[in-house]
């Protein structure tokens, strides 16, 4: 009952997936999305401030009023969590939870939806995550200036469609060549379409002659390159090539 009800404690749990926040329509859709991306997502945590949510049996449920306040965080699987998602009503909610999911959790991966862009660059600023602005007007120019583009971009961000953008980091590599490594994901399927480095805004085509240790490559692909695949891409003396 107590799980149930939100009132469970999953602080031991190590390596989790923490959704902070809830949404009837868009919850969901990011659970199936993260099952989708095939990333490694095994235990998802829900911390939400209502009780009445809709997920699947396999997902776990912490209820608190307040999604910022470290006890809930705790119970959440935050503090050893690997990746962090906040999709809350208001961005200074938002903002808040940015910032007390690293007081407990600053290795974790956390990525955050707002809707102002000042306040998006605020928080990758001070708490170090991935911020996510609502590009909204910008896809209606891009469907009326190239109509089709704005079903392309968002079937890009679905995980569950048969083509998705995905992105990798490399490690162990010593100044692999671009142009190579393009060619090699082109034969297995994917097509590489930027690369970035140490968080830097990402380097569309032509890319940088040579791929460096550290540096994200993003590519489409039908489903999420395996760790084989990478050390084929990379070449047989890359045996430490980690996506």
Same mark, same amino acid.
């Given at each position: 009952?107590? $799980?149930?009800?939100?009132?469970?404690? =999953?602080?031991?749990?190590?390596?989790?997936?923490?959704?902070?926040? /809830?949404?009837?329509?868009?919850?969901?859709?990011?659970?199936?999305?993260?099952?989708?991306?095939?990333?490694?997502?095994?235990?998802?945590?829900?911390?939400?401030?209502?009780?009445?949510?809709?997920?699947?049996?396999?997902?776990?449920?912490? =209820? &608190?009023?307040?999604?910022?306040? +470290?006890?809930?965080?705790?119970?959440?699987?935050?503090?050893?969590?690997?990746?962090?998602?906040?999709?809350? +009503?208001?961005?200074?909610?938002?903002?808040?939870?940015?910032? @007390?999911?690293? *007081? !407990?959790?600053?290795?974790?991966?956390? @990525?955050?939806?707002? $809707?102002?862009?000042?306040?998006? !660059?605020?928080? +990758?600023?001070? @708490?170090?995550?991935?911020? !996510?602005?609502?590009?909204?007007?910008?896809? #209606?120019?891009?469907?009326?200036?190239?109509?089709?583009?704005?079903?392309? %971009?968002? @079937? %890009?961000?679905?995980?569950?469609?048969?083509?998705? %953008?995905?992105?990798?980091?490399?490690?162990?590599?010593?100044? $692999?060549?671009?142009?190579?490594?393009? *060619?090699?994901?082109?034969?297995?399927?994917?097509?590489?379409?930027?690369? &970035?480095?140490?968080?830097?805004?990402?380097?569309?085509?032509?890319?940088?002659?040579?791929? *460096?240790?550290? $540096?994200?490559?993003? /590519? !489409?692909?039908?489903?999420?390159? +395996?760790?084989?695949?990478?050390?084929?891409? #990379?070449?047989?003396?890359?045996?430490?090539?980690?996506?």
């Amino acid at each position: 009952r107590r $799980m149930t009800e939100g009132l469970g404690d =999953f602080d031991d749990l190590s390596g989790a997936t923490v959704i902070i926040g /809830y949404h009837t329509e868009r919850t969901p859709r990011m659970i199936k999305d993260i099952f989708s991306g095939r990333d490694g997502d095994k235990d998802i945590v829900i911390l939400a401030d209502q009780k009445n949510v809709l997920i699947p049996d396999d997902v776990r449920f912490v =209820f &608190s009023e307040r999604l910022d306040h +470290e006890e809930a965080l705790l119970r959440s699987a935050t503090r050893q969590a690997d990746k962090v998602l906040i999709y809350t +009503e208001t961005d200074s909610q938002t903002f808040n939870i940015c910032l @007390a999911v690293r *007081e !407990i959790n600053s290795a974790a991966t956390v @990525a955050a939806f707002f $809707m102002d862009r000042k306040t998006a !660059i605020r928080a +990758e600023k001070f @708490a170090g995550i991935d911020a !996510i602005v609502s590009t909204s007007a910008e896809m #209606l120019v891009r469907a009326v200036q190239d109509p089709g583009s704005g079903s392309v %971009l968002m @079937a %890009l961000t679905a995980a569950g469609h048969k083509s998705t %953008l995905y992105s990798d980091i490399l490690t162990g590599i010593n100044n $692999m060549s671009s142009d190579d490594t393009r *060619e090699a994901i082109s034969k297995h399927g994917g097509t590489m379409v930027a690369v &970035s480095k140490d968080n830097e805004p990402p380097t569309f085509s032509p890319f940088p002659k040579n791929l *460096e240790p550290g $540096m994200t490559v993003f /590519y !489409i692909a039908q489903i999420r390159f +395996e760790k084989a695949v990478w050390s084929d891409i #990379l070449g047989m003396n890359q045996k430490e090539c980690l996506p």
